[in-house]
């Protein structure tokens, strides 16, 4: 029963696979677009950030589609735009459509990260939650890593290599929306918005026999009370709470600069003097160290905690990010490789391991799917801000201020986990989402 538990979340969890692969595959080809149709920094920037805002859009509409047509067929259509996106791009013969289907990508990547982990969480047992929604993070490092090898591999084979670049995400998109037929419902969403008890009731008797009537009593009493008190609406003081943890939560997220890393990194190697094809084997570096370092979050998650792994992975994130903004203030860039390396490793354990976890955990039934899309849309519309300004930024003030910024604000995140994260790990979702609201509602 649990490998048929893993083998699920696993399939979900694909959807993180490409989100991995989409974000990371233009790191690649960015320069050759620059240079190709003649982009200015701006619009350059645009071209590479416009995926991004796709998936903001994505993750702030993705509430609706998880709770009307549930979270199974979301992920279906996920898996559609995918394919939609790798196809178109690799075929674009001017920036305007590449743009176009790089946003429907972004589509697919906002609302994957929305339905995926509140997917996975779900359907998991309590106390493997956290490793089983991990998959989620661990499949978007691997897509990363594989990106960013078959970037490697693929540049210079040939004039249109960068097509090929893109082109390839269509494979694994194509096996995702073969899958998805294959894995049943969210047996919470069955209960809270179809009042399909029996299904539910039939799924949890598969994926956690020792608990399906504790938990079927536990998603309906949780309902009971929600609906008794009108508690379907978000933006109400009872969820000023959660609603404020995973904004601050996905807001330290991407001042922590990932997303400007792992969008430029061959970029930034260059700016340290390695030539092209150096600074593209260097981020397949980044990709396996992001997929090592998140495998042992995944293993320490629920054993030492969802704000051990924070706390240990903002002292990290201070001193990597603090080294690599001595080294553009000195031009003394030989470590700087290393420091970066260190930098996704201390990432990969705490935020990278532990973001979509937290952020599926914390609200209640009645309100995961909107908070969940909440989440999402703040991590991504900080992170297509990111990504649009780097290069200006960049050029304008060099390495040095910006990686000091980057510092500054894990300095702030250490300081929010010490005095302001809860723990979640342990506890069912009902007794969190109890937990939270009642918090809430006695703070007002």
Same mark, same amino acid.
């Given at each position: 029963?649990?490998?048929?538990?893993?083998?699920?979340?696993?399939?979900?969890?694909?959807?993180?696979? !490409?989100?991995?692969?989409?974000?990371?595959?233009?790191?690649?080809?960015?320069?050759?677009?620059?240079?190709?149709?003649?982009?200015?920094?701006?619009?350059?920037?645009?071209?590479?950030?416009?995926?991004?805002?796709?998936?903001?859009?994505?993750? &702030?509409?993705?509430?609706?589609?998880?709770?009307?047509?549930? $979270?199974?067929?979301?992920?279906?259509?996920?898996?559609?735009?995918?394919?939609?996106?790798?196809?178109?791009?690799?075929?674009?013969?001017?920036?305007?459509?590449?743009?176009?289907?790089?946003?429907?990508?972004?589509?697919?990547?906002?609302?994957?990260?929305?339905?995926?982990?509140? =997917?996975?969480?779900?359907? +998991?047992?309590?106390?493997?939650?956290?490793?089983?929604?991990?998959?989620?993070?661990?499949?978007?490092?691997?897509?990363?890593?594989? %990106?960013?090898?078959?970037?490697?591999?693929?540049?210079?084979?040939?004039?249109?290599?960068?097509?090929?670049?893109?082109?390839?995400?269509?494979?694994?998109?194509?096996?995702?929306?073969?899958?998805?037929?294959?894995?049943?419902?969210?047996?919470?969403?069955?209960?809270?918005?179809?009042?399909? @008890?029996?299904?539910? $009731?039939?799924?949890?008797? /598969? !994926?956690?026999?020792?608990? #399906?009537?504790?938990?079927?009593?536990?998603? /309906?009493? @949780?309902?009971?009370?929600?609906?008794?008190?009108?508690?379907? %609406?978000?933006?109400?003081?009872? =969820?000023?709470?959660?609603?404020?943890?995973?904004?601050?939560? %996905? #807001?330290?997220?991407?001042?922590?600069?990932?997303?400007?890393?792992? =969008?430029?990194?061959?970029?930034?190697?260059?700016?340290?003097?390695?030539?092209?094809? %150096?600074?593209?084997?260097?981020?397949?570096?980044?990709?396996?160290?992001?997929? !090592?370092?998140?495998?042992?979050?995944?293993?320490?998650?629920?054993?030492?905690?969802?704000?051990?792994?924070?706390?240990?992975?903002?002292?990290? &994130?201070?001193?990597?990010?603090?080294?690599?903004? *001595?080294?553009?203030?000195?031009? $003394?860039?030989?470590?700087?490789?290393?420091? !970066?390396?260190?930098?996704?490793?201390?990432?990969?354990?705490?935020?990278?391991?532990?973001?979509?976890?937290?952020?599926?955990?914390?609200?209640?039934?009645?309100?995961?799917?909107?908070?969940?899309?909440?989440?999402?849309?703040?991590?991504?519309?900080?992170?297509?801000?990111?990504?649009? #300004?780097?290069?200006?930024?960049?050029? $304008?003030?060099? *390495?040095?201020?910006?990686?000091?910024?980057?510092?500054?604000?894990?300095?702030?995140?250490?300081?929010?986990?010490?005095?302001?994260?809860?723990?979640?790990?342990?506890?069912? &979702?009902?007794?969190?989402?109890? +937990?939270?609201?009642?918090?809430?509602?006695?703070?007002?």
């Amino acid at each position: 029963m649990k490998s048929n538990v893993t083998l699920i979340s696993l399939v979900a969890a694909m959807g993180g696979f !490409l989100f991995g692969f989409d974000t990371a595959v233009i790191s690649g080809v960015e320069q050759t677009i620059q240079q190709l149709w003649k982009l200015d920094d701006l619009t350059h920037g645009f071209a590479v950030a416009v995926a991004l805002y796709g998936t903001v859009a994505g993750a &702030l509409f993705a509430g609706f589609p998880v709770d009307k047509m549930g $979270r199974k067929k979301t992920l279906l259509w996920v898996g559609i735009l995918y394919l939609l996106s790798a196809v178109g791009s690799a075929v674009a013969p001017e920036v305007y459509s590449f743009m176009l289907f790089r946003f429907i990508g972004g589509l697919g990547v906002g609302a994957s990260s929305v339905a995926a982990p509140m =997917y996975i969480s779900e359907i +998991s047992p309590a106390k493997s939650r956290g490793r089983l929604v991990a998959l989620f993070q661990f499949n978007v490092v691997l897509g990363i890593l594989i %990106a960013f090898a078959s970037n490697y591999f693929l540049k210079g084979s040939g004039p249109h290599d960068w097509r090929w670049m893109l082109g390839v995400e269509a494979l694994p998109a194509a096996l995702f929306v073969a899958l998805i037929p294959f894995i049943p419902r969210s047996p919470r969403w069955l209960i809270v918005n179809q009042n399909n @008890e029996a299904e539910a $009731r039939a799924i949890l008797g /598969k !994926l956690d026999p020792e608990n #399906v009537e504790a938990s079927i009593q536990a998603i /309906k009493q @949780e309902h009971q009370e929600a609906a008794s008190s009108h508690r379907s %609406a978000l933006f109400t003081r009872r =969820y000023s709470r959660p609603i404020m943890l995973v904004i601050l939560f %996905a #807001v330290f997220n991407q001042v922590s600069g990932i997303n400007a890393i792992i =969008y430029y990194a061959p970029r930034i190697f260059e700016m340290t003097g390695l030539a092209d094809r %150096a600074a593209l084997f260097s981020t397949v570096g980044i990709g396996v160290i992001n997929l !090592l370092f998140t495998l042992v979050g995944m293993v320490l998650i629920d054993k030492a905690g969802r704000k051990m792994l924070m706390l240990l992975g903002s002292v990290g &994130l201070i001193t990597s990010l603090g080294l690599v903004a *001595g080294a553009f203030y000195w031009e $003394r860039f030989a470590g700087v490789p290393f420091f !970066l390396f260190m930098y996704i490793a201390f990432f990969a354990l705490s935020q990278g391991a532990v973001i979509w976890v937290f952020i599926s955990e914390v609200f209640p039934n009645e309100v995961r799917g909107t908070g969940q899309s909440l989440g999402s849309f703040t991590h991504w519309i900080l992170a297509a801000v990111i990504a649009n #300004v780097f290069p200006y930024f960049a050029n $304008r003030f060099g *390495g040095d201020t910006v990686f000091t910024f980057f510092t500054a604000m894990m300095v702030l995140q250490l300081l929010f986990v010490w005095f302001v994260m809860p723990e979640t790990k342990g506890r069912t &979702l009902e007794e969190i989402g109890r +937990s939270m609201s009642t918090e809430s509602a006695r703070a007002k």
